[in-house]
């Protein structure tokens, strides 16, 4: 049941026993903003149907609500990269180019550039995917075909570039492109202070093939047609919400040109929600607003959300929806979930 569901039981039960509540309850219910959006609890891939195996569970489990924030369980190598202790260990040699992402993410006061960019890299390898793709998804494909030449793409050559390194480094263990364009996503996301330390997973299959065109969100799009790109993608409003949240730390450069560098909350180094109440109260001058921001930020099926995340108590409901929201983004198009093998004790704690 979803919470506002429940929500609207209790008050409809008070609305018996006291008198004159029935017309609250009216005017309620026709407040656009009332209700907030549950989280998709679609399943994905291999896990539809069929016997899972007990990852596939786990990971059923989070996409269905279980949390997707990590414990503090940590990993120590058994020994050298490329050493046989190493080569027997499934999570040393993640260990190694994790620990060399984090020097690259981690800046003396908050992240880096790099670990922007990472985060955006993440995104665009996975989102070119919906319901109705035949592939696509976090596959790799953003660095290992053209993609990158794509519009929409634009300002991800320096990470792509850092990424095609460690990609021709680590490969050699087993490591795929796919798996270290979403593994350094989250490792830049809990390298920003503030950030969650998201559960990860690894054995996804590459492809080489560009993945679907036009599937991924303009900054220039009414809120609508945002919505429905990612109920494709099966995400509700409230993950859309979410995962908008990764703003905070985003630095943009082509939607204003003149204004390249131009961070979207005051504090771009900082994993917070200063970013969803700056993007309602900016006049623009210190800070660049997207247009689809802030058409988000005022729709009727998204604004409670938005406010939610804005107000006080925000930054402890958004990190782990977002941390649920990013952990489905890092599995679309991924068909063979069953196979795969956490890895989250190699990521770092949460700064």
Known sequence: MKPSTLLMGLCA??????????????????RDDFFLEARSTDLLGDLIGGVLTAVGNIIKAILQGSSAVGDGATYTAPGSLGSDACKNDALCAWSYIVKDMSTAFVGAVGCTDAARGAIRQGFHDASTWDKNSPYGGADGSLLLSDELTR???????????????????????????ADIIQTAAKVAVVSCPGGPRIRAFAGRRDDSRAGPTDMLP???????????????????AADLIALLGAHSTSKQNFVDPSRAGTPQDSDPGVWD?????????????TILV???????????????????????GGQIRWAPAFASAYFRMSMLGVDNMNQLTEITRVIPLPR
């Open 290 to 312: 997207f247009p689809s921001d802030r058409n988000l930020a005022t729709f009727s099926q998204t604004r409670a959300q938005w406010n939610s995340f804005a107000g006080a």
């Open 151 to 177: 519009p929409e793409n634009r300002g991800l050559g320096a990470i792509g570039d850092q990424t095609k390194a460690w990609y021709n480094t680590y490969n050699q263990y087993g490591l795929s492109m």
């Open 218 to 236: 303009s900054p220039f799009q009414d809120a609508q047609s945002l919505i429905d790109l990612f109920v494709a993608k099966t995400f509700s």
């Open 273 to 285: 929600t200063r970013f969803y109440s700056e993007t309602l109260t900016s006049d623009n001058t």
């Open 13 to 30: 039960t008070q609305a018996l026993a006291m008198p004159g509540m029935e017309s609250a309850m009216a005017e309620i219910q026709a």
